[in-house]
């Protein structure tokens, strides 16, 4: 059965293992000159001034091929479980169950758990090996970036790190259930790829909630950052502060404005003589009105020491609903498939 299972999956195989060899040749060749731009722009060994020397270096490889590289490793991540989900996962028992080859297989010594076993685990593990790999040359190469910038925001932390290999094996079993569910190739294919994209994008909202939230709650600072919006139709005078948020680094999750003296969130009214198309002293004395009203700004985020803590438990929640699918094909297969 394994040989077997290798003779239908080598191209796949291959085709994988090609991929993640480049990828990796790929981030090892231009490494070594990614350290030396850290240390020719003082990043490297920083201890004063450290922030803008991290600018520095993360402005400098953005507008040299190091951001074209790290931009196309991200977006190869990010498709990489729906590639899996499609190309392995959903035809692999989807086409079996539509030309009917699955009952020659089951009319020798091979029973239907050995048989479901055998692809789901052997492949499963193929595709967590070339999600890792790919993911450990990527994580590897950009971490002087990640660290001079962020690697804890809803656009770098599922390309980081060990969840990619949870993402990639939860597309795949998901592949495999479709397949198995539908019975039609190009239909499973079109259904996984729906359901990959769902469960990312649920997986990256929720994962949020699987570690603590850290708290900035201070007054609005007099030289605040940011922007405002009102409208002069607007009879109610309602004012929408944008203040950028102070700490740099993180995974901000809410960043409010609120109104001091009753906790709720500030929408004005503003005085129109500060504040307006009309108000005649101007857009400065607007944003120095706004910070004498006893305003707080509060702003609940995930910081970076957080992010191998959100890794490992986002990883543990993918696997074990690999697992639950799993267990759902066995189940399927041997009561429903006939």
């Known amino acids: ?102 009952r020659l297989v089951w009319n020798q010594t091979v029973s239907r758990n050995r048989w479901i076993a055998v692809k789901l685990g052997g492949i499963g593990l193929a595709a967590a090996v070339f999600a890792g790999l790919s993911s450990w040359a990527l994580t590897a190469w950009a971490s002087p970036i990640d660290k001079a910038d962020t690697w804890i925001t809803p656009l770098v932390f599922p390309v980081r790190g060990v969840v990619p290999i949870g993402y990639a094996v939860l597309a795949f079993v998901a592949g495999v259930t479709v397949g198995m569910v539908l019975r039609r190739t190009v239909a499973a294919m079109a259904v996984t790829l729906l359901v990959v994209v769902v469960a990312m994008v649920g997986v990256s909202l929720g994962g949020q909630y699987l570690v603590s939230h850290a708290t900035y709650e201070a007054a609005l600072a007099p030289d605040w950052d940011g922007g405002l919006s009102l409208s002069p139709a607007d009879e109610t005078r309602r004012i929408r502060l944008e203040v950028e948020p102070p700490i740099r680094h993180t995974w901000i999750l809410t960043n409010q404005i609120l109104k001091t003296s009753t906790g709720k969130a500030y929408d004005g009214p503003y005085d129109p003589d500060y504040c307006g198309m009309n ?29 191998w803590t959100l890794q490992w438990r986002e990883l543990g929640v993918l696997l074990v609903a690999s697992s639950l699918l799993a267990i759902f094909c066995v189940w399927w297969i041997r009561r429903r498939v006939a």
């Open 1 to 102: 059965m394994i040989w077997l299972t290798w003779r239908q999956f080598r191209t796949q195989a291959l085709v994988g293992f090609a991929v993640t060899v480049a990828v990796a040749a790929v981030f090892l060749a231009t490494r070594g000159s990614l350290l030396a731009l850290a240390r020719d722009t003082g990043y490297t060994g920083c201890t004063t001034g450290c922030d803008q020397v991290a600018e520095q270096f993360v402005r400098q490889a953005q507008i040299q091929f190091y951001g074209r590289l790290l931009q196309d490793g991200s977006a190869l991540m990010f498709i990489l479980p729906a590639l899996v989900g499609l190309f392995w996962g959903a035809p692999l028992v989807a086409r079996e169950l539509e030309t009917g080859t699955h």
């Open 279 to 307: 108000a005649p002293k101007g857009p400065d004395a607007c944003r120095k009105w706004l910070s004498d009203q006893g305003l707080t700004q509060k702003v609940s985020y995930i910081g970076p020491d957080k992010f």
